[in-house]
């Protein structure tokens, strides 16, 4: 039997099980306790009559006297009486019962239980001075006793079988009640569509399990909507980064081709395609080093020497700009748990920036944080504000600084911090009225 997979028959289910199993140990020690009590009653009566038929006698000369005749007022009542082994007194009763009675003389007081006729006797002694003279014997019918228990098992197997039918229907409904909020949830987040980002459950203050379980899942959607906004944002500005520099490469390559030039044009012209697709190449190796670095394991770097080669790869429009480029190392070494080419790939964007918008001097200085190393780009530039410090990483948006420059989409820093934030770093950029300021901080290796 397979367990069904629907929570709600699952619980049904349990409460089922759980129901039916305390009704059965119920009526289980129910009926066992009404057999004991049926017995004990039983035996009870036993003694009663025996008690009594002992105080209608009197022994006299070793001789049993009766005082008064019991047996009207027993009745049907079954009364033996020995004087020894010989019965002075019988009941009309069948042979087995005479037997068992008559077994049940000169022995100490004692029940038994008659299988053929279920009857229960009871014998107890007639001590005169110590002397033993005879034995009373008393018996009763088990037959009603019997007929209550069966009725009593009857009436308390409909009643089990009631209460479980009773159970079930209320917990039915109990369950179907309760779970049917989520059903509608469910129903919701099946018709909303990746299109649909803005619906939300909307059930108000959280105040029991499901409201708090709508009101986590409604900040959730928000999260995965945020973030499908920015990735779609992302990807246009993308779309319009790798669109100008190849739409550049196509205008010079049709531009060259049009009409015969003398080499030095046809120079110029390939120069200008080599930097436009050098362009294209390092958004596609900085998506790229994203992606493998999200599927694969971190390597181990120096930080010096990505400093310096980062340095070096800038060196040139440092150069065309006049701007001073130093890297201060330090006297120890820094290991980074990131591959040198991912590393570089971040550290790139943030100081050819800085050499883009510093007016003297550009410096590039390492040191250990909380176990990462921390790499800070400093610039003697118009820097950058308090209210920018977080939106020149979003892709699109430049700083005040940047606004008149290069028609680029700004990209960079976006890319970069994305990139330092895959391997557990971060980008930030430090407002300050001396100049531009960026910590990079990447994990120790």
């Given at each position: 039997?397979?367990?069904?997979?629907?929570?709600?028959?699952?619980?049904?289910?349990?409460?089922?099980?759980?129901?039916?199993?305390?009704?059965?140990?119920?009526?289980?020690?129910?009926?066992?306790?009404?057999?004991?009590?049926?017995?004990?009653?039983?035996?009870?009566?036993?003694?009663?009559?025996?008690?009594?038929?002992?105080?209608?006698?009197?022994?006299?000369?070793?001789?049993?006297?009766?005082?008064?005749?019991?047996?009207?007022?027993?009745?049907?009542?079954?009364?033996?009486?020995?004087?020894?082994?010989?019965?002075?007194?019988?009941?009309?009763?069948?042979?087995?019962?005479?037997?068992?009675?008559?077994?049940?003389?000169?022995?100490?007081?004692?029940?038994?239980?008659?299988?053929?006729?279920?009857?229960?006797?009871?014998?107890?002694?007639?001590?005169?001075?110590?002397?033993?003279?005879?034995?009373?014997?008393?018996?009763?019918?088990?037959?009603?006793?019997?007929?209550?228990?069966?009725?009593?098992?009857?009436?308390?197997?409909?009643?089990?079988?009631?209460?479980?039918?009773?159970?079930?229907?209320?917990?039915?409904?109990?369950?179907?009640?309760?779970?049917?909020?989520?059903?509608?949830?469910?129903?919701?987040?099946?018709?909303?569509?990746?299109?649909?980002?803005?619906?939300?459950f909307g059930l108000g203050e959280p105040h029991d399990e499901l409201t708090r379980l709508a009101s986590t899942l409604d900040r959730l959607l928000d999260r995965i909507a945020a973030s499908l906004r920015h990735e779609r944002r992302f990807s246009a500005e993308l779309s319009h980064e790798l669109?100008?520099?190849?739409?550049?490469?196509?205008?010079?390559?049709?531009?060259?081709?049009?009409?015969?030039?003398?080499?030095?044009?046809?120079?110029?012209?390939?120069?200008?395609?080599?930097?436009?697709?050098?362009?294209?190449?390092?958004?596609?190796?900085?998506?790229?080093?994203?992606?493998?670095?999200?599927?694969?394991?971190?390597?181990?770097?120096?930080?010096?020497?990505?400093?310096?080669?980062?340095?070096?790869?800038?060196?040139?429009?440092?150069?065309?700009?006049?701007?001073?480029?130093?890297?201060?190392?330090?006297?120890?070494?820094?290991?980074?748990?990131?591959?040198?080419?991912?590393?570089?790939?971040?550290?790139?964007?943030?100081?050819?920036?800085?050499?883009?918008?510093?007016?003297?001097?550009?410096?590039?200085?390492?040191?250990?944080?909380?176990?990462?190393?921390?790499?800070?780009?400093?610039?003697?530039?118009?820097?950058?504000?308090?209210?920018?410090?977080?939106?020149?990483?979003?892709?699109?948006?430049?700083?005040?600084?940047?606004?008149?420059?290069?028609?680029?989409?700004?990209?960079?820093?976006?890319?970069?911090?994305?990139?330092?934030?895959?391997?557990?770093?971060?980008?930030?950029?430090?407002?300050?009225?001396?100049?531009?300021?960026?910590?990079?901080?990447?994990?120790?290796?």
């Amino acid at each position: 039997m397979r367990w069904p997979r629907d929570v709600r028959t699952r619980l049904l289910l349990i409460v089922l099980v759980a129901v039916s199993v305390a009704l059965v140990i119920a009526t289980i020690g129910f009926n066992l306790l009404l057999a004991r009590s049926n017995d004990q009653s039983a035996d009870s009566l036993l003694r009663q009559r025996a008690d009594s038929e002992r105080s209608l006698m009197r022994v006299e000369r070793g001789r049993i006297v009766p005082v008064e005749t019991a047996s009207d007022e027993v009745g049907d009542s079954r009364v033996w009486l020995f004087a020894g082994s010989r019965a002075v007194e019988a009941p009309r009763a069948r042979a087995a019962t005479n037997l068992a009675a008559q077994s049940l003389v000169g022995g100490p007081r004692r029940f038994a239980t008659v299988e053929d006729t279920d009857e229960r006797l009871y014998a107890l002694p007639i001590v005169a001075k110590g002397k033993r003279v005879g034995t009373i014997v008393t018996g009763v019918s088990l037959a009603p006793y019997e007929q209550a228990r069966r009725s009593a098992l009857f009436a308390s197997l409909v009643f089990a079988s009631t209460v479980l039918l009773i159970a079930g229907a209320a917990a039915a409904w109990l369950l179907r009640s309760a779970l049917r909020p989520v059903e509608l949830m469910t129903e919701q987040a099946e018709a909303w569509s990746e299109h649909d980002l803005d619906r939300r459950f909307g059930l108000g203050e959280p105040h029991d399990e499901l409201t708090r379980l709508a009101s986590t899942l409604d900040r959730l959607l928000d999260r995965i909507a945020a973030s499908l906004r920015h990735e779609r944002r992302f990807s246009a500005e993308l779309s319009h980064e790798l669109r100008t520099p190849l739409s550049k490469v196509t205008a010079e390559a049709e531009l060259a081709l049009r009409r015969e030039r003398d080499p030095e044009e046809y120079r110029e012209a390939l120069s200008e395609i080599l930097g436009n697709a050098r362009q294209i190449a390092r958004i596609v190796d900085a998506l790229l080093a994203a992606a493998q670095q999200d599927a694969g394991p971190r390597g181990v770097s120096d930080g010096a020497d990505v400093a310096h080669a980062v340095a070096d790869a800038c060196r040139t429009v440092a150069e065309e700009r006049g701007i001073e480029l130093t890297v201060d190392e330090g006297r120890q070494r820094y290991p980074v748990g990131v591959d040198a080419d991912l590393a570089e790939r971040i550290l790139h964007p943030v100081i050819d920036n800085a050499c883009r918008y510093g007016r003297n001097a550009v410096s590039l200085s390492l040191a250990r944080a909380d176990g990462a190393v921390l790499f800070t780009v400093a610039d003697d530039g118009p820097g950058v504000g308090p209210e920018e410090s977080e939106t020149i990483f979003e892709p699109a948006v430049r700083g005040r600084a940047g606004l008149a420059d290069a028609p680029s989409a700004g990209l960079g820093l976006a890319l970069a911090r994305r990139l330092a934030r895959s391997v557990s770093g971060d980008i930030q950029a430090v407002s300050s009225v001396s100049g531009g300021r960026f910590e990079i901080r990447l994990p120790a290796g």
